[in-house]
């Protein structure tokens, strides 16, 4: 699936998201009984490193 996802070109936080995504709906479906584990439970992917937010200039808040 991460390979699929790199491959067809996905950010590496899309890819997370698209995980967690899995992972949430398959501890669903084992809390709900409809399987015995979650298949996505083992699966990490790489963490996603968020810049530092760019402060805008006195200037540039005034023209807001």
């Known amino acids: 699936f991460i390979d ?6 996905r950010s590496k936080s899309t890819i997370a998201r698209n995980l967690a ?3 949430t709906f ?12 979650n298949p996505a439970a083992g699966i990490t992917v790489e963490r996603t490193v968020s810049g ?13």
């Open 26 to 37: 398959y501890s669903f479906c084992v809390d709900a009984g409809y399987i015995s584990h």
């Open 21 to 23: 995504s899995l992972k």
């Open 4 to 9: 699929a996802q790199k491959e067809n070109g």
């Open 52 to 64: 530092t937010p760019q402060i805008l200039s006195y200037h540039k808040s005034q023209a807001l």
